[in-house]
């Protein structure tokens, strides 16, 4: 297994919703688990035999059957990079937006923190905050939208 097939499943366990996920193949032992931040991995080689675990990819009913709001009017702010994701520019200093706050294009919306280098996240387009996805200290993954922005204001 490489890398390219773990992002994949991790892409498919998004798009659905999983939040735990583990998976064994040829002696390796591969197993995801999601919290409302991000993605980890951990991986290890394992020798004896496990039952295998049929996973199944249908969301529960109750979720299929509730309306949606529609996302797609929205411009969504993805992470360009893995790392750790910063509302604020230090611990005592406000958060740079929140949820309602108006942004212009190229106002600094948060940082990401990847190998001690601080990136600063900036507003692609302006309008509203509709909502912010990323979570205070938590490790995010390269293409995870992290702010929603209604350009339509």
């Not at 249908?58 to 009017?73: C, F, I, S, Y």
């Amino acid at each position: 297994m490489d890398i390219k097939d773990i992002e994949n499943i991790i892409k498919i366990l998004k798009q659905n919703e999983v939040t735990e996920f583990e998976l064994e193949q040829e002696g390796t032992r591969v197993k995801l688990s999601r919290t409302t931040g991000g993605t980890y991995v951990t991986s290890e080689a394992r020798y004896e035999m496990v039952p295998a675990v049929q996973v199944s990819m249908a969301a529960p009913a109750a979720a299929q059957a509730a309306p949606q709001e529609d996302l797609g009017r929205y411009v969504k702010v993805e992470s360009p990079i893995v790392g750790t994701f910063y509302r604020k520019p230090s611990p005592d200093a406000d958060v740079f937006v929140k949820e309602g706050d108006t942004v212009s294009k190229g106002d600094t919306l948060c940082i990401i923190e990847a190998m001690k280098l601080m990136n600063e996240i900036e507003a692609p387009t302006s309008g509203k905050i509709v909502k912010v996805l990323g979570v205070e200290g938590q490790v995010i993954e390269f293409g995870e939208v992290l702010f929603l922005i209604d350009p339509a204001v």
